[in-house]
């Protein structure tokens, strides 16, 4: 028996680098897994390289409400309902000061990092309830505790989703519904590699290099790294955790 063995999880950002980890981790231990993600041959890329009959995706907007409650009604439909949402879908926007940021980028990153979340808890919990309960887990950041200069809309949709993770919390615990956050530091992902060539154009391996050594163990993380939490949320193994941040980070911010 797998640790989530009769479980059904959602994941949006399905065929981005943590996503992808954190699906094959969940199929591995037993769930049916609905990969979520604006590109659809991304999305068959990555059921691809999970393999098995454990995985299958959806084409869906996390900012679109219509898109969130399709989510819920296609898992339910394949697989019986849903037990665990993991809201992993999000933008990093521009490197760039606050006083050129463009307002509809702004507006972009809100909505996906923010809006999209919302929706999602929005959407899931009524199928949660008719399960006993579930898990929502939120990938936020280390810069949802700390500034982080040039990135402002980035760090502050961050900052936001813990203010929702809490409150969500609070509000669905005595039904049995969890809900926690996941604050990576910098991972080797295609986000990374975005941000990297805004901070240093001329030089990103150096920019990468830079905050490889600011954290204490002197790497950033593997996509795996953070799906192992992430299961680990997903999982009966956390029932009395809700509520909580849980760093991946290198000692980042020890």
């Known amino acids: 028996m797998g640790r989530l063995t009769e479980k059904v999880a959602i994941i ?6 943590i996503g992808m980890a954190a699906g094959k981790r969940f199929a591995a231990e037993g769930a049916q897994v609905l990969l979520v993600d604006l590109d659809e041959q991304a999305l068959i890329d ?3 390289e999970i393999g098995g009959n454990h ?3 959806l084409v869906g907007d996390v900012t679109r409400a219509d898109d969130n409650a399709r989510m819920v009604e296609t898992a339910t439909e394949r697989y019986g309902g ?42 899931a919990v009524p199928a949660m309830r008719l399960r006993g309960g579930g898990s929502m ?14 990135l402002a809309p980035y760090a502050t ?23 926690n956050t996941v604050n990576p530091s910098p991972v080797q992902t295609r986000m990374m590699r975005s941000i990297e060539a805004g901070i240093m154009p001329e030089d990103p391996e150096a920019a990468q ?32 955790v ?8 290198g000692g980042n911010t020890a």
Do not use: W
């Open 157 to 179: 949709s961050k900052h936001a989703v813990i203010g929702l993770m809490k409150s969500a919390a609070r509000e669905f615990a005595a039904e049995g519904i969890r809900v």
């Open 82 to 123: 849903v037990d665990i949402f993991l809201a992993n879908a999000g933008i990093e926007g521009d490197v760039a000061s606050i006083l050129d940021y463009d307002e509809s980028r702004f507006d972009q990153v809100m909505s996906v990092n923010v809006k999209g979340p919302f929706l999602a808890i929005r959407a």
């Open 46 to 48: 990555a059921c691809g």
């Open 242 to 249: 809700t509520g909580s941040t849980y760093f991946a980070d």
């Open 137 to 150: 887990i939120i990938t936020s950041s280390i810069t949802g505790v700390r500034g982080a200069p040039r």
């Open 209 to 240: 290099q830079s905050m490889a050594t600011n954290i204490p163990m002197q790497r950033y993380a593997e996509p795996e790294d953070i799906a192992n939490i992430m299961l680990f949320l997903a999982s009966d193994e956390s029932h009395f």
């Open 55 to 57: 995985v299958s995706y």
């Open 12 to 17: 949006t950002g399905g065929a981005g680098g």
